[in-house]
C-alpha cells in the first residue's frame, strides 16, 4: 500500500505501516487533529498523516499547529478536544485545591499523594512545614494567627510520628508479626524464615505495616491547606473546563493555578485550551446562592457537633423539593432532609428564586447550571463523613457527588489509637486552636476558612447514584486494605440498600464486612511476593544476556 520510503516516513509516527491495528507515536499535541481530519477523508489515518502533516519528510510543528487550528474551526473543538492529552504534575498544591481539580470527573484521571504513605513531619527548603502560605493568608489580617496555628498543628503532627510508630509496635513486636512473604498460603514468623531475601522481605513489609497505620491515624489532624502533589492525564476539554473552572472562582490559589495550569498545557495543546477563560456566569451564580443560602437558612440552628460518620439512603420524594434541595445543598450547611423539608414548606415565590439564582441568565449554550440537574438517581446517599473519608471517596466518578464547604462546626472523629497512645490533649488541642482559627477566617472569607479544617473534621457530602456505581464503590472501598473509615462508610451504605432492597445489596456479594485493624499487612505481603516473581524474571532474562 505504501512504498518503501513512505514506510520509512511512517515508523516515525505509527508502530507499523503494514498491519490495520496500529499505535500513534511522536506526535504529542497533534494526534487528537490528525484522527478529526481522518474522520471525514477517505483513506486511512497513515495516509492523512502523508498527505496533510507531513512535509518534507517530517511534521513542522507550526504548519501543524495552523492546520490543527483550521481544523478545530471546520469541526467543532468539544469533540476533538478529546483525542488530544497531556500530562500535567500539580506540585505544592493545597488538599483543598487537589480536590477541586479532581472534582472535574470527565476525561481527567488523577493520582495523588498519599497520606496514607507518606508523613508531612518534614519542612520545606525554606524552612516552613508543607502548609500554603499564600499572601491572601499570611498578609491578611489573620495571617499571624494562621501562621502560628498552622505550625503548632504541624509540630504536634511531627512530634507524634515516632511515639506512634512506637506505640504500634509494641502493639505488634516483629517477632509476633506473621505474614504470607512466599505466597503459599500460609503466614509466617520472622524467626521461621530462614533465606535473607524472606527475611528482607519479612523486614519491610513490617516496617510498612506499622507506618501506614501510623500514617492512617495522624493524618486526622492534617489540615486542609497542607500542600500535596497530584499527577494528572487529561484531555484536551479536560484541561479548557479545568482551567475556566478554577479562574471561575474567587479564591486566589485556584486562580493561579488556574493560570499555570494554561501556560503548561498551552505549551503541549494549545489549540485545545485557548478558549479557557473565567465564567462571570458561574461566578455570579455562586456568589448569589450563597447569599439566598444566608437568607434562608442563616439562622437555623446546626445539630450539636458530632463525633462519628453517618450515612443516610434518603426517601424518594416529590421530583420539585428534591432538585430544589440539590440547588441548595452545597451552600448551606444543614442535611439533606433538613433542605428537603424547608423547602417543602416553601412558598412558590420562594421556590421560584432558589431556580432563578441557580439557574441564573443564561446568555449561551455553554452557560450551564451546577449539578444540582443531574438529580433523580435511584440511590442519593446524604453522608456525614471526615475529610479523609471524602478524599478517599471522592475518586470515584460514576455518580454525582456535591459537598459542601469543610467546616470545623459539625464535629472531629477523635483516633481511638491516639487516645489509647495517651496523646488525646494533644489533639485536643489541635482541634480547638482549628476552630478558633476558622473562625476567624469565617469573618472575612468563608472559603479561605476550609484551609483550617482538619482531616477529621466532619462535612455534609452528598452522593448519588444507580446499582452498577453502587456494586463497584462498595465491593472495591471495603477490601481489607481499605483506610477503615471509608470502609465502614461503605458498609454503612450496603447496609441502608440491604433493609431497602434486599435482593439488589445481594448483587453486591462481595462487599466485605470484616475488621482488618491491621489493614494493609496482607495486602503488603503480597507485594512482597509480586516483587520476588518480578525479581525471578529480570534476574533471569539479565543473567542470559551476561
Not at 499555570?260 to 489549540?271: D, G
Not at 420539585?320 to 442535611?335: G, I, K, R
Not at 471517596?393 to 489509637?417: A, C, S, W, Y
Not at 476567624?440 to 479561605?448: D, F, G, M, P
Request: charged letters at 30%.
Amino acid at each position: 500500500m505504501f512504498t518503501d520510503e513512505e514506510k520509512k516516513l511512517l515508523e516515525n509516527y505509527v508502530t507499523s505501516a503494514e498491519d490495520d491495528i496500529f499505535a500513534v507515536k511522536g506526535m504529542e499535541g497533534m494526534t487528537g487533529a490528525a484522527y478529526a481530519r481522518y474522520s471525514r477523508a477517505k483513506g486511512g489515518f497513515r495516509e492523512v498523516l502523508l498527505k496533510e502533516f507531513i512535509k518534507e519528510g517530517t511534521i513542522d510543528p507550526k504548519h501543524a499547529d495552523q492546520l490543527i487550528e483550521r481544523i478545530l474551526v471546520a469541526y467543532g473543538d468539544d469533540s476533538v478536544g478529546e483525542l488530544e492529552g497531556a500530562h500535567i504534575s500539580f506540585e505544592n498544591i493545597t488538599m483543598l485545591a487537589a480536590k477541586e481539580i479532581e472534582d472535574r470527573r470527565i476525561g481527567g484521571s488523577p493520582i495523588e499523594q498519599s497520606t496514607r504513605y507518606v508523613f508531612y513531619d518534614q519542612k520545606t527548603e525554606a524552612g516552613h512545614y508543607r502548609y500554603l502560605r499564600d499572601d491572601c493568608l499570611v498578609k491578611a489580617s489573620f495571617g499571624r494567627e494562621y501562621v502560628a496555628t498552622m505550625d503548632f498543628i504541624f509540630e504536634t503532627y511531627a512530634s507524634l510520628v515516632e511515639p506512634m510508630k512506637e506505640y504500634f509496635e509494641k502493639l505488634k513486636p516483629m517477632a509476633e508479626a506473621e505474614y504470607d512473604i512466599n505466597g503459599d498460603g500460609q503466614k509466617e514468623k520472622y524467626s521461621d524464615l530462614k533465606e535473607e531475601k524472606d527475611q528482607k522481605a519479612f523486614r519491610v513489609t513490617y516496617n510498612i505495616d506499622l507506618r501506614t497505620k501510623a500514617c492512617d491515624t495522624l493524618r486526622a489532624i492534617l489540615p486542609v491547606g497542607t500542600l500535596t502533589n497530584v499527577g494528572m492525564f487529561g484531555n484536551g476539554r479536560f484541561y479548557q473546563g479545568l482551567i475556566s473552572y478554577l479562574l471561575s472562582t474567587d479564591n486566589p490559589e485556584l486562580q493561579k493555578i488556574a493560570e499555570k495550569t494554561m501556560a503548561a498545557a498551552s505549551q503541549i495543546i494549545p489549540q485545545y485550551v485557548r478558549r479557557a477563560r473565567r465564567s462571570e456566569y458561574s461566578a455570579e451564580n455562586r456568589r448569589n446562592m450563597f447569599a439566598l443560602a444566608e437568607k434562608l437558612f442563616g439562622q437555623a440552628e446546626l445539630p450539636a457537633p458530632k463525633g462519628k460518620l453517618e450515612v443516610h439512603l434518603l426517601e424518594p420524594v416529590d421530583r420539585d423539593v428534591s432538585t430544589l434541595a440539590a440547588m441548595l445543598y452545597p451552600f448551606a450547611s444543614l442535611s439533606m432532609k433538613q433542605i428537603r423539608e424547608k423547602v417543602e414548606g416553601m412558598t412558590e415565590a420562594d421556590r421560584q428564586e432558589i431556580i432563578m439564582a441557580y439557574v441564573g441568565e443564561r446568555k449561551t449554550r455553554r452557560d450551564r447550571p451546577g449539578r444540582a440537574l443531574e438529580d433523580g438517581y435511584p440511590y442519593n446517599f446524604d453522608t456525614l463523613v471526615n475529610f479523609g473519608v471524602y478524599k478517599d471517596l471522592q475518586r470515584h466518578r460514576m455518580n454525582t457527588q456535591v459537598r459542601q464547604l469543610f467546616t470545623t462546626k459539625l464535629g472531629f472523629i477523635m483516633p481511638d489509637e491516639l487516645v489509647a497512645a495517651g496523646f488525646e490533649d494533644k489533639i485536643k488541642m489541635c482541634v480547638e486552636k482549628s476552630d478558633a482559627l476558622f473562625d476567624k477566617i469565617t469573618t472575612e472569607n468563608q472559603e479561605l476558612a476550609q484551609y483550617a479544617v482538619l482531616h477529621g473534621n466532619l462535612v455534609h457530602w452528598f452522593l448519588g447514584m444507580n446499582d452498577r456505581e453502587a456494586m463497584h464503590m462498595i465491593e472495591l472501598r471495603t477490601t481489607p486494605q481499605g483506610h477503615p473509615q471509608y470502609r465502614y462508610a461503605c458498609q454503612l451504605m450496603h447496609k441502608a440498600i440491604s433493609e431497602k432492597y434486599p435482593w439488589r445489596a445481594e448483587m453486591m456479594k462481595f462487599a466485605d464486612y470484616n475488621d482488618y485493624y491491621w489493614s494493609r499487612a496482607d495486602s503488603e505481603a503480597r507485594q512482597r511476593v509480586k516483587e520476588r516473581k518480578l525479581d525471578e524474571k529480570y534476574g533471569e532474562q539479565n543473567a542470559g544476556k551476561d
